[in-house]
């Protein structure tokens, strides 16, 4: 269980975060933390912060909030060397942000209705109250995406063809055969996999762009051979209300030439529902009074109000997953380079004040060593403070552990929306990973590698659902349909036992189908 406080200051004021229910741990209250911030001042810029009671990390995140440059002793510690936990209390014990989903889903729910019953013209209030724009152009005209590829830096233009060019690969691989098994003489089972028809792929705007979305999203779905591909992303106030130029050259990139200018949970339930065009403009961009028809499945990532979309509309289409902060955990020993841990643990940690960094490891000194080359390394980031929220609060920490033995049953525990594996012999202590969306081995294959290029998919399961979900594939649009075809002596010689187990379930009809093919 856990409970929440709220930042009363700077620049993430009125943001709650999750503190854990635990013995003895009490947040220091805001009066308190008011007081104090009245007397430091209201700009740290350049300040240091060392939070010595730092249970909740309230103190560190008002510092961080209000500009401070470095906060000591980036990751708590919890000692675990000691201990004699099951799989479920190591989880209970483990860092983990808190993704109130069933919450959201109360504000959201009211939006899927309008959208429902309004489409295009509650797209555009939606837009208006959440995006601070209301789009001309719903559904982005071809010349504008179009336009944004001529426009695209060549850099990032070949970056983006590398990233296609391996993710094509890399799903290759993964499309299933078709497999025919003779069960008996003249009876056989075909496993077939069929393509859904229709995709939407939601693309997130908010704090960064992410053309690696579109890729990873897009080149799963064509290499299983759907037909449709819906794609939706928020529209921008700077660029005239259409999504960011870069997620539009990114589609031209990959030849998906119907895209909204639609976010958030209405986005979501455009895909789910369809939407009918509002004016004269949706009716040309369209090309009837139909603005988007509904999808068969809706896959990509999103906040917590994209999530509780998602969960409202799960039965009408598939769901990929409800996906949650980002995070990512480092399995190492003695023996792993502590600037290396330290760089892949702030890489997740920059994309939200959310996104979960632990490290698991046997060695103290390991430990010292990381957060040493956190504090250094993120003095010098971009997106210091994000990056510092990240860092210090509840959802990261080190966890100490005996041996790899038990470092293996807490990554199996924690189930990481990426784990990498640190230690000398990495390979085998990845065969003996369980619960994982991806693993990335030895100190060469940093998670930012699966992110864009490796080959792999980025779309990967988050909270702890690794330990029944798995990440975006070729698979998340296919359905597997059995075809059966028995001849006549085949169906013959599987009637007595037809028939036994029809009389046993009180099922005549089914003994007499089969009687009655009898020649």
């Known amino acids: 269980m856990s409970s929440r406080i709220r930042i009363i200051g700077g620049q993430w004021k009125r943001r709650l975060l999750p503190v854990p229910d635990s013995p003895g741990l009490r947040p220091t209250p805001d009066r308190v933390r008011e007081t104090l911030f009245n007397w430091l001042g209201q700009d740290l810029s350049g300040w240091h912060c060392l939070d010595l009671f730092a249970g909740s990390g309230a103190l560190g995140f008002e ?299 046997d060695s103290p000194e390991l430990a010292d060593a990381v957060d040493a080359a956190l504090e250094r390394r993120l003095s010098a980031t971009r997106h210091r403070a994000r990056a510092a929220a990240a860092l210090t609060g509840p959802q990261s920490g080190t966890v100490l552990v005996r041996d790899l033995d038990q470092a293996i049953e807490v990554a199996d525990a924690y189930a990481a929306e990426h784990l990498e594996i640190h230690t000398a012999d990495a390979p085998e202590i990845a065969r003996r990973i369980r619960n994982a969306g991806a693993v990335f081995i030895g100190p060469y294959s940093p998670v930012p590698l699966g992110d864009y290029l490796a080959g792999s998919n980025h779309v990967l399961p988050t909270g702890g659902t690794a330990r029944f979900a798995a990440g975006l594939s070729v698979m998340s649009f296919l359905k597997p349909v059995q075809l059966i075809e028995y001849n006549a002596s085949a169906l013959e010689a599987m009637t007595p036992a037809l028939e036994v187990l029809a009389r046993c379930e009180d099922l005549p009809a089914h003994g007499e189908a089969a009687r009655a093919r009898r020649q």
Not at 245 to 256: D, F, R, V, Y
């Open 63 to 361: 510092a961080a909030s209000r500009g401070a440059g470095r906060l000591v002793g980036m990751l708590s510690r919890i000692d675990l060397r000691s201990s004699r936990l099951g799989p479920r209390e190591l989880a209970q014990a483990l860092p983990r942000a808190v993704l109130d989903v069933t919450s959201a889903q109360a504000a959201v729910l009211p939006l899927i209705e309008d959208v429902r019953s309004r489409g295009a013209a509650a797209l555009r209030d939606a837009a208006e109250r959440f995006d601070g724009v209301r789009p001309v152009h719903l559904r982005v005209p071809a010349a504008a995406i179009a336009q944004a590829l001529d426009d695209l830096d060549p850099s990032v233009r070949e970056a983006l063809e590398l990233s296609i060019a391996h993710n094509r690969g890399g799903h290759a691989a993964q499309v299933p055969a078709e497999r025919t098994t003779e069960v008996v003489p003249g009876g056989r089972v075909t496993q077939r996999w069929i393509p859904v028809e229709r995709v939407g792929l939601y693309v997130p705007g908010g704090l960064a762009v992410y053309p690696s979305s579109v890729v990873m999203n897009a080149v799963a779905a064509q290499v299983a051979g759907v037909e449709q591909i819906a794609l939706a992303s928020p529209p921008q106030a700077e660029f005239a209300g259409l999504p960011h130029p870069t997620i539009l050259a990114a589609c031209a990139l990959l030849g998906i030439t119907e895209v909204y200018a639609v976010g958030g949970a209405q986005a979501i339930a455009m895909l789910a529902y369809g939407a009918d065009a509002q004016d004269d403009i949706d009716r040309v961009d369209a090309g009837g009074e139909v603005l988007c028809r509904g999808v068969d499945v809706i896959t990509g990532p999103g906040n917590v109000y994209v999530a509780a979309a998602k969960r409202a509309v799960m039965g009408t289409v598939g769901i990929d997953a409800e996906a949650g902060p980002t995070e990512i955990a480092v399995l190492a020993d003695a023996g792993a380079d502590p600037e290396y841990v330290a760089a892949d643990l702030l890489s997740q940690a920059e994309h939200d004040p959310n996104a979960g960094s632990v490290l698991i490891t």
